[in-house]
């Protein structure tokens, strides 16, 4: 079974930073896609950014030019560096992995809150 860990998060003032972590304990996380998911109280849950096996990237509209997905597959982690964050960001976030066919498994959540 494939357990995901998420650290990193925190308070942060405005136009600060963050670095999200996110270690798989299997080696399959070489061959799937990474992602970071958020939500907001009362809203869904969305996604912020990912990052395929072979090194596509995705980013959300609200986050791009400021969050930067990266992954390590020798280290089994995905990192979400976020910078110049805004009280919008405040939300709890998911990593996920994601091997279609085989495992769609979800973090625990980490809160980030960003204040004014």
């Known amino acids: 079974q494939v357990q995901l860990v998420e650290s990193g998060g925190g308070l942060v003032q405005a136009g600060g930073s963050l670095r999200l972590s996110c270690a798989a304990s299997?080696?399959?996380?070489?061959?799937?896609?990474m992602g970071w998911y958020r939500q907001a109280p009362g809203k869904q849950r969305e996604l912020v950014a990912a990052?395929?096996?072979?090194?596509?990237?995705n980013y959300a509209d609200t986050v791009k030019g400021r969050f930067t997905i990266s992954r390590d597959n020798a280290k089994n982690t995905v990192y979400l560096q976020m910078n110049s964050l805004k009280p919008e960001d405040t939300a709890v976030y998911y990593c996920?992995?994601?091997?279609?066919?085989?495992?769609?498994?979800w973090g625990q959540g980490t809160q980030v809150t960003v204040s004014s």
């Open positions: 299997r080696s399959i996380f070489s061959i799937s896609t």
């Open positions: 996920n992995l994601l091997l279609v066919g085989s495992y769609d498994i």
């Open positions: 990052v395929t096996s072979g090194g596509n990237l």
